[in-house]
């Protein structure tokens, strides 16, 4: 007892440090998902502590339809509830890029607290049916739970969006910890079926705990990961729009005169010449006015590809 006790007591303290750190860099990037995520590792502390409570009552012998037992189950299994369905629906968030319909959240809560309530009031009145009340609160939720971490930890491993380290350390982590969940359903039907208690199932809630963790690095590198790749591509399009024209994709006029001057500058130590060619678009302020400017940008795409076309390997088309 004092074992569990001492284990769910760190496992709050870590799921509230958690959260506190999901929300910092929620405030320093910006980034909803990161909101979703860290209110999940919020549930779960209420889970912990719910849970801690009602396993101290229970082994100091208040009774199950007791007022402080009862509502310590309701909100250790609603934070279980409600901690799944906020990492799933952040990491989802995070791996397709659209927003969760707030219609959608609020559904999946209630949901879960309505779960949580039905599932405390079975068995509650009774001593004797302590196995089936176990299995009613901690089997169903572990089902509903690994289900729903395996499916989408598969379909994340499947998925396009997968594949960065911390992707795909999200998706491992969810696929053991779906795993995990079924193992304790699993425990849960063994223990009706057998009618004894198995207890070396509540000394593995470090693992659950380790694999929780392991999520939430996973999103950090994720996140991390996102942003570098932002940040390349932004480092990229200023690069090509300070030397290219965004419409045509030829070299704009800095990158055609830098290259006109080192054309001189070589012909002029061997003794050559250089040649620059100038073409004229007429009356191409009419095609603007007349046809809009979408048109006459097909236009001067259209003239760009002709003119590649005939250019030389050696020419510099701008």
Do not use: C
């Amino acid at each position: 007892m004092m074992f569990i006790g001492a284990a769910y007591s760190v496992q709050w303290a870590g799921s509230l440090l958690l959260a506190a750190v999901l929300g910092r860099l929620f405030r320093a990037y910006n980034r909803r998902h990161l909101l979703i995520i860290s209110a999940s590792w919020l549930a779960l502390s209420f889970y912990y502590l719910g849970s801690g409570v009602a396993l101290y009552a229970a082994n100091a012998g208040v009774m199950p339809w007791h007022p402080v037992r009862v509502s310590a189950s309701v909100i250790a299994l609603t934070a279980a509830y409600w901690q799944a369905a906020l990492l799933l629906l952040g990491t989802r968030e995070a791996a397709v890029r659209r927003r969760v319909r707030p219609a959608t959240l609020r559904a999946l809560l209630l949901a879960g607290f309505v779960v949580a309530v039905v599932s405390t009031t079975f068995f509650v009145g009774s001593l004797d049916n302590a196995i089936e009340r176990v299995f009613v609160r901690v089997g169903v939720k572990s089902l509903v739970v690994g289900v729903a971490f395996l499916a989408a930890g598969i379909g994340l491993r499947k998925a396009r969006y997968g594949r960065g380290l911390g992707s795909g350390l999200v998706a491992a982590a969810f696929i053991l910890f779906g795993i995990h969940q079924l193992h304790y359903f699993g425990v849960a039907l063994w223990q009706m079926i057998g009618g004894e208690f198995v207890t070396y199932g509540a000394y593995l809630t470090f693992v659950e705990f380790l694999l929780l963790v392991t999520i939430a690095l996973g999103s950090v590198v994720w996140l991390l990961e996102v942003e570098r790749r932002r940040v390349v591509r932004a480092i990229e399009r200023i690069d090509f729009l300070s030397n290219y024209d965004e419409t045509t994709g030829l070299p704009n006029r800095s990158l055609f005169l830098d290259r006109l001057r080192l054309v001189v500058d070589h012909a002029r130590a061997d003794g050559r010449t250089a040649a620059v060619l100038v073409v004229d678009v007429d009356d191409f302020d009419a095609i603007n006015d007349s046809f809009g400017r979408g048109m006459g940008n097909d236009i001067l795409r259209a003239l760009a590809t002709r003119l590649q076309r005939i250019a030389e390997p050696v020419d510099t088309l701008a």
